[in-house]
């Protein structure tokens, strides 16, 4: 079974320049994940879809980030513009959850994108 | 909110060592606890997992037991070896999220198995 997919796997920009990550979950997971993990830190959870609806951006820096999920698979995360603090490991994951299950299904990750902002 | 807390690493330990890593969480009610690890140059993977009070998640040679009473998930292996090198994540599934699925990890603890 093919796992998370994400790229690029590496990049670098300038501040106040934009990126762009994209992830393609495991086929058939309706709950897709971008995690945040600054060097050091335990992930921290950006935006989380169900199927193409957003269930919960609370975390996500909404003026300067955003995320999309339009057919409710493939997903991108973009930031424009980029902050120094902005660097860190961008992480996807998905999972088969759907709404009514109980809330402790296992989530596969991908392998992240590391973005450094100079 | 609900948070969780690990050890500070590195953990550094000889082959077949007993390994304890601690983990404490504070959230409302009965959270599900996990462990994840990651592998260097790998992403998170699912390593155990316990879903109420008193049970025990194991895998691998690890195990972790919910302890409601301490708030804790402590993970513990027998004998590590090398390959168990990686960074280990203490993680809860919030009981109340809305009807949706969602974890919080702790920052995690490195551990480097030396032969």
């Known amino acids: 079974e093919a796992g998370v997919a994400q790229s690029p796997r590496y990049k670098i920009i300038e501040k106040r320049q934009s990126v762009a990550f994209w992830c393609n979950p495991i086929s058939g997971h309706a709950t897709l994940y971008w995690y945040q993990q600054i060097l050091g830190q335990g992930p921290k959870l950006l935006i989380q879809f169900q199927n193409n609806g957003v269930v919960d951006d609370s975390q996500l820096p909404k003026d300067r980030f955003s995320a999309e999920r339009l057919k409710g698979v493939d997903s991108t995360l973009k930031i424009q513009p980029a902050k120094l603090e902005d660097s860190a490991v961008y992480l996807c994951?998905?999972?088969?959850?759907?709404?009514?299950?109980?809330?402790?299904?296992?989530?596969?990750f991908g392998s992240g994108t590391q973005l450094s902002v100079l | 909110g609900d948070s969780v807390t690990q050890m500070e690493g590195p953990v550094t330990l000889s082959e077949e060592a007993f390994l304890t890593i601690n983990c404490t969480y504070t959230a409302t009610g009965y959270p599900s606890l996990f462990w994840y690890v990651q592998y260097p140059g790998e992403g998170l993977q699912l390593l155990l997992k316990a879903t109420k009070a008193d049970d025990k998640g194991s895998n691998k040679g690890f195990e972790a037991t919910y302890r409601k009473e301490t708030t804790s998930f402590h993970l513990e292996k027998g004998s590590v070896q090398v390959s168990d090198s990686a960074v280990y994540f203490c993680a809860l599934s919030p009981l109340f999220s809305g009807g949706y699925n969602k974890l919080i990890f702790g920052a995690g603890t490195r551990l480097a198995v030396h032969p």
């Open positions: 994951a998905s999972s088969s959850f759907r709404q009514g299950q109980a809330t402790n299904e296992k989530l596969f």
